[in-house]
């Protein structure tokens, strides 16, 4: 089997392997059915199962399998191994909702039939015909399942197609996601209001109360005004519960809810950035051009008079685009066999490219470098736009801070810059991650997962300056489509506030409560979520700790770049004096123009990164990403984590990880073993145990794969995966391959 | 009269004098008068003192000095494709060319081995101005160009002379500057491959195996080293046979063991069948008796390196493959792996892209079309073949490619790293390259071209970088599996083009010591070893009996940025990565020594607290051990 490829002078190249045989002869060995049904969690109801199903190990190409029963429940579609399974026992990260068998409905992205060897894609239209003999489920955590239908009875067969067919294609209504009867039981709900006072005493802030802004506001200096009207969403449905706005804006009934800026975040010299709903500037619009003058006015109010905006749907590709590129990159990594993997991976890098994913990012952290320059350098405030405002604002605003603002890269700090740019800042989740199978696919788009790549790119290029690791975006890029928390569910606080009293089990009594993704012990045990910490986070020294465990984080920053032009503030210029002001809007639109001129943005801030990157770094100050082609890289724990042959025996950064919080954790230990002792009772208690469970832990797992802690191999053996089709991958077709293989043995050449 | 000036600068010190001595060779005393004005109008002779690099205090080998002629400090202009033109002063020594600038802040340098120039030529003919431009291409990924502003003929023509001298020494019957470097180091790095401790280690000679002298005077075969293992069931007249039926008389001989299987290695040229099929029945023998020495396995693996296209074309010219009819229960595999030109021309397409600029938006398509990667693909996935038939098939293996000494020894060496955690040592890889490198012949001093002015020579190859290139792969992907860092094979490469040490000079063993190589130069290893800490990988973790099997799919390959894209400062990491390194070291020392100490304080407490426990928190609490 090894030897496939260029054995000998022939290559034999694998087809379509034939899988019937296998398996009748397992079949004919395996007569116990045994009825297994899935641990339900509360609120979850079985529709259909379906035995025997076989489900492709992926492990091999050989399409062996293992036999199982395969159900679909309002919350996933799960196989049950009819082995027993060794596996889940002896797992360090497990995931408590779902397992490696199993599928949340949302996390759903295509389904396949294979007809007669032929592979199609299921459309509502095909699940009323034959069902295949195949089903290949595609996720969007990019696992691919393969199961074989022919095994079972046909009318199982038929059911149990449809049913998942069914959930997991149709457009539905929210009330069908499973998080509203996961949480409407009774008992989940006390749960979840003890869960969610909880996550209140810990330290994300989720910006749903006025505190929680003014906390930000006084965090960092900023010096805007709090707007508590729109409470009960009199303003507009779009805006958030609370927000802030530059205090020379008035009176904000008068604009409709749209196109007003909506303050970030403040810079420590007090420029600050702000972002606002606008549609793109189009005709000469008397009117449009007041409004953005009366709007950049008291964007540039709000500190030394100067202000910049940038219109991110001019520069930054439309969501559409991003969706379509991603749709393409996302293929890459989609892998049904062997052949597949070694066939697309001769064409790897240019396949890439021509998805544009990649090249998307570069242009995101781009834009928020430039923003950043104005904010750090230039000490302007920065005004960016979008038509709704918040797709790639929320994009370029969260980047922004994390670059500017160390707090934010903190995992607590970070989890709060989600909630406030994104969950309070009404990032309409529900329909850019098509939760609800939309037909309509004009507003579906992978926003925030591109915010989550930019995020990585960073993590990947300054590790030691973020307190969590690539191990939690991976996990916080799937637990989106997980249906069990609220957090991803809505397109706006409005409609969280709305459907949330709609869904209430406990008559009019309260909203219903559901848990945040924040609050991880849903998921994960806590020794699970030691791996969401990064073991190389260069921390600030202790009292500032401290300072921001009490919920007042400073701002803490180093000495940046001198402000070019620190003139003391005219405080009473603008009204009064008409022209200064019309010389100042002058100005502003100059600056403006320049800074979205659209040849060689890179070039502007080139030099900018350059003169950054000659200060000695610092963990705790700003930080910019190299943006040059081979510092832009693939997020491999994320696209590779499922695909066996990349998978590395013993290797990959995990050997690393490892290895720093095995160092850590026993570090900690002996701390705790020493508190114990401290108080006068625990001389008796042994701690022997402990520490010898936490090593057994690590040392039974011996030789990790990279993919740990995601998929685990069943391939203990430390088989190495040979590449197949060697010759095809590399044809020379230069006369050089055919040149003497040692020149200096036959002939001299010149 | 004498005007003179020190400049230190980055461990380097340039004594100038100004002193007329147009006419006399031999070497001026520097008077060390300190000038600080006006020292640059007058065109100046300077006396280049060779300091040592390595060492932090200035030390000056008198013996050594040149009188090197070079133009006035502000005429020269360095085009530096990043920063644009700089204007400094440029100094060139019989070993290095050192460029400063200074009109820049902060104070920009160029520091190169003259080694590392592979041409120097005159770009554009004078311009009216006078402009002179020359470039220098480097072996190392880089261009670089300067401008004389100068327009005195003498002068400008004295550098680019100086530098076609000293950069090319074998070309100008002169002696490389190694055998001039007389650096003393605590530790001799040519004792540090002995091939009989080494063939001990591996449990040789033993009952199947022995060690053949008939190769002592390098009479069987002169690229080979003086000591072979072979069966012991082949005499050493059925060697002297073998010889002649084996291109350039590479007979297969064994490269290593398997301790426990005892399946075999071995590594050998092609078999000179020809369009006839010639035959050799010692030669069928002798893989018959290898065969046999492995008693788990009744066959044997032929590893063919080459393309089986570009092997059966080799018949043409006498050479070929073995036939499955001649060689019983052997089984002859292609490993598709092209040949040095193929490879040249690789690298050349890769500087192009990587030099000096990256087109960002098409970055992955042009490293695509260099195929740098795919060949690293090809050469990890039949090292990896090897390395799976010896491991899991317990199959003895033989590997050859036409000659044996470019294929093979990135073949053999990958396999050897993967199957015996020996060599992912620092000492270890010493030895490996040692062996199936340098006293196997691999001709470096072809593929390199060390000294040697003929840039377009069709025998240079960037062999022994791929095969660098290929460990740096797998110190990627086992970040903890390798004693060494980064810096290491780094500085490998630096020095494989610097001439500055003896290691990597001369073609094979019997050269190096009819040159008295090891007797006139220091080897590599002196100055390695003598700094080890510089070298050693902080998250190593020594695993005896550890198997690595890389993953080679183009997805897990990356394009070494810190070796080939390292002249580009954007791409530089923030830190140097050595740095890094050191950091990472002394943080894990400050964990394990507050590890330590509390471990000590919870002892104490436990046995004052307790004494009838006395023995128990020693056990109780494990020695820091790491799991990887």
């Known amino acids: 089997m090894l030897s496939l490829g260029s054995v000998g002078a022939k290559s034999t190249k694998p087809s379509f392997v034939s899988y019937v045989t296998p398996e009748e002869i397992k079949l004919e060995k395996e007569p116990p059915k045994i009825e297994k049904h899935p641990d339900l969690l509360p609120g979850e109801v079985e529709f259909c199962c379906a035995n025997p199903i076989l489900k492709y190990t992926q492990d091999d190409m050989s399409q062996r399998g293992i036999f199982g029963t395969l159900f679909c429940t309002n919350f996933r579609v799960t196989f049950i191994s009819d082995e027993k399974s060794q596996e889940e026992t002896t797992k360090t990260f497990k995931n408590k909702l779902y397992g490696e068998n199993d599928i949340p409905l949302m996390c759903v992205d295509h389904i396949y039939g294979v007809y007669d060897e032929k592979k199609k894609l299921i459309t509502g239209g095909l699940v009323k015909n034959k069902y295949p003999s195949k089903m290949i489920i595609h996720c969007k955590d990019l696992r691919v399942f393969q199961f074989c239908l022919t095994f079972t009875k046909e009318e199982d067969a038929k059911k149990i197609f449809q049913g998942i067919a069914h959930h997991c294609l149709e457009e539905r209504s929210l009330k069908c996601v499973f998080a509203f009867s996961y949480s409407g039981t009774p008992k989940m709900q006390r749960k979840c209001i003890i869960l969610d006072k909880m996550q209140r005493k810990w330290e994300t802030i989720l910006f749903d109360s006025p505190e929680d802004w003014t906390q930000e506001m006084k965090r960092t200096r900023a010096n805007c005004r709090l707007v508590t009207e729109n409470e009960n969403f009199e303003l507009s449905q779009r805006l958030p519960k609370y927000f802030v706005i530059p205090s020379a804006l008035g009176d904000l009934f008068s604009y409709q809810g749209k196109g007003f800026p909506i303050w970030c975040w403040s810079h420590h010299s007090g420029c600050a950035l702000f972002k606002a709903s606008l549609p793109p500037v189009t005709q000469e619009d008397g009117d449009f051009q007041k409004h953005l003058d009366i709007m950049l006015n008291a964007v540039a109010h709000n500190y030394l008079y100067s202000a910049k905006t940038e219109d991110l749907s001019e520069s930054l590709p439309t969501i559409q685009d991003i969706q379509q590129s991603y749709n393409k990159f996302k293929q890459f990594f989609l892998i049904e066999n062997s052949t597949d993997f070694w066939l697309s991976d001769v064409k790897w890098f240019s396949s890439l490219e021509s998805s544009g994913w990649l090249d998307i990012i570069r242009q995101c952290l781009q834009k928020a470098v430039e923003v950043v320059e104005c904010l750090e350098k230039d000490n302007t405030n920065v005004l960016i736009t979008e038509e709704e405002g918040t797709d790639l604002c929320c994009v370029i605003s969260s980047l922004v801070q994390i670059m500017l603002d160390p707090y934010y890269r903190t995992l607590m700090g970070f989890q709060s810059l989600v909630q406030k740019e994104w969950v309070a800042g009404c990032h309409a989740f529900l329909d850019r991650c098509n939760h609800l199978h939309q037909k309509d696919k004009e507003c579906h788009s992978p926003v925030f997962l591109l915010f989550l790549e930019c995020v990585w790119q960073l993590v990947q290029q300054h590790s030691p300056a973020f307190q969590f690791s690539e191990t939690y975006l991976t996990v916080l890029s799937d637990s989106v489509d997980v249906p069990v928390f609220s957090t991803f569910l809505f397109n706006s606080a409005h409609h969280r506030e709305s459907v949330m009293k709609a869904e209430s089990p406990l008559a009019q009594s309260s909203p219903l409560s559901c848990p945040t993704v924040w609050d991880w012990s849903v998921q994960f045990d806590s020794k699970a979520q030691n791996f969401f910490f990064n073991p190389l986070y260069s921390e600030k020294v202790k009292h500032e700790k401290a300072v921001r465990k009490a919920h007042k984080p400073k701002h803490q920053r180093q000495l940046s770049l001198p402000s070019t032009a620190f003139k003391p503030p005219s405080k009473k210029g603008f009204f009064k004096d008409e022209t200064d002001s019309l010389k100042k809007i002058l100005r502003v639109k100059r600056l403006s123009r320049w800074m979205g001129s659209p040849d060689s943005p890179a070039a502007t801030t080139r030099g900018f990164y350059e003169s950054w990157k000659q200060r000695p770094l610092d963990y705790h100050g700003l930080l910019l990403p190299c943006l040059d082609g081979p510092a832009v890289r693939v997020w491999m724990q994320r696209y590779l984590r499922w695909i066996p042959e990349v998978h590395i025996m013993g290797g990959g950064s995990v050997a690393v990880m490892t290895k720093l919080m095995e160092l850590l954790s026993q570090v900690q230990d002996l701390k705790r073993v020493l508190e114990q002792r401290d108080s006068s009772q625990a001389v008796k208690l042994d701690h022997r145990p402990y520490i010898q469970h936490r090593l057994l832990s690590f040392g039974s797992s011996g030789r990790l794969s990279s993919s740990f802690p995601f998929a685990y191999s069943r391939n203990r053996s430390f088989k190495p995966i040979i590449p197949t089709g060697l010759m095809q991958s590399l044809m020379v077709t230069d006369s050089l391959a055919s040149q003497e293989d040692e020149a200096s043995s036959f002939v001299s050449l010149v | ?628």
Not at chain 2, 250 to 258: A, E, F, G, K, M
């Open chain 2, 1 to 628: 009269m004498g005007r003179a000036r020190v400049e230190g600068l980055s461990s380097c010190a340039l004594i100038s004098c100004s002193s007329v001595c147009r006419s006399t060779k031999t070497p001026v005393k520097a008077n060390f008068l300190f000038c600080q004005r006006n020292w640059f109008r007058i065109p100046v002779f300077v006396v280049l003192y060779y300091i040592d690099f390595c060492t932090s205090s200035i030390l000056m080998v008198l013996k050594y000095v040149f009188i090197v002629c070079v133009s006035t400090a502000k005429d020269v202009t360095y085009i530096c494709p990043f920063v644009g033109p700089v204007r400094g002063s440029l100094t060139v020594t019989n070993y290095r060319l050192f460029f400063r600038c200074t009109d820049r802040e902060p104070v920009f340098g160029l520091d190169l081995p003259l080694g590392v120039l592979s041409r120097v030529e005159k770009i554009g003919a004078a311009t009216s101005r006078g402009d002179v431009s020359y470039g220098l291409a480097c072996k190392d990924m880089r261009n670089l160009r300067f401008v004389h502003k100068e327009p005195e003929d003498s002068l400008k023509k004295s550098v680019f002379e100086v530098l076609m001298k000293f950069a090319f020494p074998v070309s100008n019957n002169m002696s490389l500057f190694a055998f001039e470097y007389k650096q003393v180091f605590p530790e001799n790095g040519w004792r540090v491959y002995d091939p009989l401790a080494e063939y001990k280690r591996q449990g040789l000679p033993k009952e199947s195996w022995r060690i053949s002298k008939v190769n002592d005077h390098y009479e069987l075969c002169d690229s080979y080293p003086a000591a072979l293992v072979v069966p012991v069931t082949i005499t050493d007249e059925e060697l002297r046979r073998i010889s002649s039926f084996r291109a350039k008389g590479r007979i297969p001989v064994l490269s290593w063991i398997h301790p426990e299987s005892q399946a075999a290695v071995v590594r050998a040229s092609q078999p000179m069948v020809g369009q006839n099929g010639r035959r050799c029945k010692e030669d069928e023998k002798l893989l018959q008796a290898i065969m046999d020495a492995n008693a788990q396995s009744h066959k044997i693996f032929i590893f063919d390196a080459r393309p089986s296209v570009n092997a059966a074309a080799n018949k043409m010219k006498g050479g070929g493959y073995e036939s499955e009819d001649a060689y019983q229960n052997a089984e002859l595999v292609f490993l598709d792996i092209h040949n040095i030109h193929v490879m040249r021309e690789s690298q050349r397409k890769l500087k192009e892209v990587v030099y000096p600029n990256i087109e960002d938006s098409h970055w992955l398509s042009n490293l695509e079309s260099t195929h740098w990667l795919e060949h690293i693909k090809l050469i990890l996935a039949g090292a990896l073949r090897i390395a799976d038939k010896v491991e899991s098939g317990k199959t003895s293996v033989v590997v050859h490619c036409s000659d044996g000494w470019d294929r093979t020894p990135q073949l053999t060496s990958l396999a050897l790293i993967m199957l015996d955690s020996h060599y992912r040592t620092i000492r270890g890889f010493q030895i490996l390259l040692e062996k199936e490198w340098l006293s196997f012949g691999h001709r470096f001093q072809q593929r390199v071209g060390h000294g040697d002015k003929n840039h377009t020579d069709a025998d240079r190859s960037p062999i022994f970088l791929q095969f660098i290139d290929c460990v740096w792969q797998m110190t990627r992907q086992f970040p903890a599996a390798f004693e060494f860092n980064e810096y290491f094979l780094i500085t490998i490469l630096d020095q494989l083009y610097s001439c500055l040490f003896g290691t990597f000079l001369c073609n094979s063993e019997q050269q190096r010591l009819k040159e008295e190589v090891p007797k006139h130069t220091v080897s590599l290893w002196s100055f390695v070893n003598s700094q080890l800490e510089e070298f050693v990988n902080p998250l190593y973790v020594h695993y005896p009996s550890h198997v690595l099997f890389p993953t080679v799919g183009i997805r897990h390959l990356q394009l070494w940025v810190t070796y080939y894209i390292r002249w580009n400062p954007r791409m530089r990491p923030q830190e140097p990565v050595h740095q890094r390194y050191k950091e990472l070291l002394a943080k894990r020392a400050e964990l394990q020594k507050r590890v330590e100490e509390l471990q000590r304080e919870a002892a104490n407490r436990t046995a004052s607290s307790s004494s009838e426990r006395a023995g128990s928190p020693t056990r109780s609490i494990t020695p820091v051990q790491t799991f990887v």
